[in-house]
């Protein structure tokens, strides 16, 4: 319930769901649950290790996601994860259904080696300009 517009509603409804499937695939997919350490520094290290590889895995996932169910072109993949991917679901509703880790380690996608190769570069083209974008300073 919320006393928003029914779209923006929508939109931030969707965007809990991903912090939901985010846990859901920590727990589901990287079993974060099964890790044992006896120390508390080596279990958040593995931790922020298993974060980091579902960062890496969720963003390959995603542009896979985009190429094979949102038939969206190799060349606009780093667009596409950086904004609002341009996927009509009604078109595409497969689209919807998977997370980008999920697509990833569980959906057996039928891509030739040269399509799997230019869409890792595209996605790891477009993470680049996540991690290394104009930082505003004022040194």
């Known amino acids: 319930m ?5 779209k923006r509603g929508l939109e931030i409804y969707l965007q809990r769901m ?7 695939d920590c727990k589901d997919l990287l079993h974060l649950t099964k890790l044992m350490n006896k120390k508390p520094a080596l279990l958040e290290q593995m931790i922020a290790l298993c974060l980091l590889t579902y960062v ?3 963003w390959l996932g995603e542009a896979l996601r985009d190429v094979v169910f949102g038939k ?4 606009s993949v780093p667009n ?3 904004n609002r ?12 259904l998977y997370s980008g880790l999920f697509v990833l380690l569980k959906q057996k996608l039928r891509l030739s080696k040269t399509q799997v190769e230019a869409v890792t570069r595209a996605a790891a083209s ?9 930082v505003r300073s004022f040194v």
């Not at 919320?2 to 029914?6: A, H």
């Not at 991903?18 to 859901?24: A, D, G, V």
């Not at 477009?126 to 104009?134: D, E, M, S, W």
Request: no cysteine; proline share 7%.
């Open 72 to 75: 969206i072109e190799i060349a």
């Open 126 to 134: 477009a993470f680049a300009v996540l991690i290394y974008g104009n």
């Open 85 to 96: 991917a341009p996927v009509d679901a009604n078109a595409h509703p497969k689209w919807l």
């Open 56 to 58: 890496a895995g969720v």
């Open 80 to 82: 596409a994860l950086l």
């Open 2 to 6: 919320t006393t928003l517009e029914p």
């Open 18 to 24: 991903k912090i939901e499937e985010t846990f859901k």
